[in-house]
């Protein structure tokens, strides 16, 4: 196995003795673990965003984020609050530090030092450019950018050399916030939350945001289907009242689209902000759950069936992506554990619905495991499995990497940082 593990998170979430609110808002810090030769070494650097870098200047914090209300400095566009803190994609040579609300930010793939927004054409600059953009068998790029208080959806198409094969901007009624898609042979798939948001300059972007999912006059959540050829919106349709962060992949399949989602109940973006306090969230086995929804375009039905229960950071394949699939990675929590700490890795079988899976031991907790094909792979579970854990109390950052054919056996290898490394959301591979 030889390659860069690239991964990104927020990593400073207090500056001058103020402390932010919420998972999600502190600035993004790069990582890279390079494996080669049998030997790991690994890399963080923070992303200079302009944000970063004027408010490292006055060792303050000068604008808002998305669930704190800062307002020392005026924001000119989105990308003066750029975080740069969600994802990081390797993408034909350049690497990008990734962030909903704004542009991609391209940072050096050997150094991590910033090299500065990237524009994909003149007229979208500064325009929204989702953390979870997904390349198809083609090499194209596929992403999107929600503008939920004008109720659009900006779709991109990208070429492998980064220009723009198509563009384009849909409208959806209560567009909330989206966080992830997917996209199949044909179409890109959004679920959109039932949240009422209304912008206001005096309220976070998660204070705009009112979940409507409760009570007589609940909102479904939607399921919206945008067709490849003419960007155009296909199909909406609805199911009960959840949200999702999270989605696996997608297929069509006949006259139906089958792609696999994690569902919350309930409103888990205010949630989140809890952790910040240091409170957790117990180990409620109906919180959360991956289900596959097959997407029925004749008899204009969704329909749903759960696949497993509390787990998040979906993962398939890369080579497998908007197409049939057959294994998604997840992770989830240990049945006995009192709090929902994510602590287990899972590989399910999207068919039968069985996992293999492994509990890590006490004390631990793991983020966000991705899938690596063997060269020539002939299965998807015909490679690894791999991802970073934490031992909070013992302060150790670990990378972990698993045969993708018996996660159960543990991992077969382990590489110890001597130090701490912040938490990362997404990262990727990139084999050399
Ligand atoms: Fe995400």
């Not at 020392?72 to 803190?85: E, F, L, M, P, S």
């Not at 793939?109 to 997904?134: C, I, N, Q, V, Y």
């Amino acid at each position: 196995m030889q390659g860069v593990f690239f991964r990104n998170g927020p990593g400073r979430f207090e500056l001058g003795g103020e402390r932010y609110h919420h998972w999600f808002d502190g600035d993004g810090f790069a990582q890279r673990w390079q494996i080669r030769d049998g030997k790991v070494s690994h890399l963080g650097k923070f992303v200079t965003t302009q944000k970063f870098v004027a408010e490292q200047k006055v060792g303050q914090f000068l604008y808002p984020t998305f669930g704190t209300h800062i307002t020392r400095a005026g924001v000119k566009n989105n990308d003066t609050i750029n975080a740069a803190n969600t994802n990081l994609l390797p993408f034909e040579g350049r690497l990008y530090a990734l962030w909903e609300g704004g542009s991609a930010t391209e940072v050096d793939p050997e150094t991590l030092e910033t090299r500065g927004l990237t524009t994909w054409r003149d007229d979208l600059k500064s325009m929204p450019f989702s953390a979870h953009p997904k390349v198809a068998a083609d090499g194209s790029l596929w992403n999107f950018g929600a503008l939920p208080g004008r109720d659009q959806l900006a779709l991109y198409h990208l070429k492998r050399d980064g220009t723009v094969a198509n563009f384009g901007v849909v409208m959806v009624p209560n567009l909330a916030m989206v966080h992830d898609f997917v996209i199949s042979a044909a179409h890109l798939i959004f679920l959109v939350a039932p949240f009422d948001v209304k912008p206001d300059p005096n309220r976070s972007f998660l204070d705009m945001h009112r979940w409507t999912g409760t009570g007589p006059q609940a909102q479904p959540m939607r399921v919206v289907v945008v067709a490849k050829a003419d960007l155009q919106i296909r199909q909406i349709f609805e199911l009960p009242p959840r949200m999702s962060f999270h989605l696996g992949n997608a297929f069509d399949d006949g006259n139906t689209t089958r792609f696999d989602a994690v569902l919350h109940e309930g409103d888990p973006l205010r949630e989140l902000g809890s952790l910040m306090r240091g409170e957790l969230q117990k180990n409620d086995p109906k919180s959360a759950s991956t289900v596959q929804i097959t997407l029925d375009y004749s008899s204009k039905k969704a329909t749903e069936a759960r696949l497993f229960g509390v787990s998040e950071f979906p993962r398939v394949m890369p080579h497998v992506v908007g197409a049939r699939h057959h294994r998604l990675a997840v992770l989830g929590t240990s049945p006995g554990s009192k709090d929902a700490i994510l602590n287990a890795v899972h590989l399910l079988n999207t068919d039968s619905g069985k996992a293999d899976s492994y509990h890590f031991d006490a004390g631990w907790q793991v983020e966000e495991h991705v899938l690596v094909p063997r060269p020539n792979a002939r299965s998807e579970t015909d490679g690894y499995l791999v991802g970073v854990a934490q031992h909070v109390a013992k302060r150790e950052t670990v990378l972990t990497v698993f045969d993708a054919a018996r996660i159960s056996a543990g991992p077969v290898a382990l590489a110890h940082l001597p130090y701490r490394a912040p938490h990362c959301f997404h990262g990727n591979f990139l084999s050399v």
